[in-house]
Nanobody, 127 residues
Framework: QVQLVESGGGLVQAGDSLRLSCAAS????????LGWFRQAPGREREFVAS????????SYANSVKGRFTISRDNAKNTVYLQMGSLEPEATAVYYC????????????????????WGQGTQVTVSS
């Protein structure tokens, strides 16, 4: 298994930018596709972004497309979520997740295909 630890959350104002990081402990980091999900109080957890094992393919929720960017540094066993133009609606606990498949080009959006999850990091956007 792979262990995931998120960091970088905090309190920001609307319009600000923030970068979240997720560090993985596994020595086979390149075998996993990675995703970011978020859950706001009283709402269901939702997909935000994902990236394939090599970083060649990425997926984004329509609500963040064009404003958020997911990337990974396989040498550092870390995946990032760069969030720009933040709005109060982005307030949530953000989770990183990992899944493993043989193919290297997939960036899944479905929560059910992710097997490993971090503990989450809080992002609060004030108006």
């Amino acid at each position: 298994q792979v262990q995931l630890v998120e960091s970088g959350g905090g309190l920001v104002q609307a319009g600000d930018s923030l970068r979240l990081s997720c560090a993985a402990s596994g020595r086979t980091f390149t075998n996993y596709y990675l995703g970011w999900f978020r859950q706001a109080p009283g709402r269901e957890r939702e997909f935000v972004a994902s990236i394939s094992t090599t970083g060649g393919t990425s997926s984004y929720a329509n609500s963040v497309k064009g404003r958020f960017t997911i990337s990974r540094d396989n040498a550092k066993n870390t995946v990032y979520l760069q969030m720009g133009s933040l709005e109060p609606e982005a307030t949530a606990v953000y989770y990183c997740a990992a899944g493993r498949v043989f193919a290297t080009i997939v960036a899944p959006t479905a929560e059910r295909v992710y097997s490993y999850w971090g503990q989450g990091t809080q992002v609060t956007v004030s108006s």
